[in-house]
């Protein structure tokens, strides 16, 4: 089995996408599953976890992961695992709300495990966010809407620092 769990919740497809993104950079070392139709039994054995959801209104987490969150929040047994967020949102229409799906994965999981993965807030475009804390974002921040020519690169940097981090 490998080390590596990606779980993701998408409405239009690009939480997705970023995590099948994610699997490749780790050249396939992790697995991905959709938290609409996972349970915790499946993803306890895990070591890393790496938690992506899209922002939806004013900086509201994903319906997915919304109703999963309290379930693994509360059931997963997170002794010696380690994870890192990534957020999707839209930072020209919710600039004052970019990827807060990013501070609410991190909020509710903080005081229960080991979070890695923050980046600097240099390069991006928006006015505010509860998912940058002393100039870093709390996990990856992504803007397939307005940002995606830069989506490559921060996702290569981002992967090649976990790697470093996962261990």
């Known amino acids: 089995m490998k080390k590596i769990a990606i779980l993701y919740g998408t409405s239009g497809g690009n939480t997705e996408s970023i995590a099948e993104r994610i699997q490749e950079l780790f050249d396939g070392e992790a697995d991905i599953f959709d938290v609409s139709s996972v349970s915790i039994d499946e993803v306890q054995p895990y070591k890393y976890l790496i938690l992506g ?29 380690t994870v890192a967020i990534f957020g999707l949102g839209d930072s020209a229409s919710f600039s004052s709300s970019f990827a807060e799906s990013i501070f609410v994965l ?3 999981l903080n005081s229960k ?55």
């Open 53 to 81: 959801a899209s922002t939806t209104g004013m900086g509201d987490l994903q319906d997915d992961w919304d109703s999963f969150l309290p379930t693994f929040s509360s059931k997963m047994d997170f002794t010696d695992k």
């Open 106 to 108: 991190h909020d509710e």
């Open 113 to 167: 495990v080991k979070i890695v993965g923050e980046i600097p807030d240099e390069g991006y475009t928006y006015d505010d966010s509860s998912a940058v804390v002393d100039g870093k974002w709390l996990g990856l921040a992504l803007d397939e809407d307005n940002e995606y020519d830069e989506t490559e690169e921060r996702l290569e940097k981002w992967v090649e620092q976990l790697k470093e981090e996962f261990v």
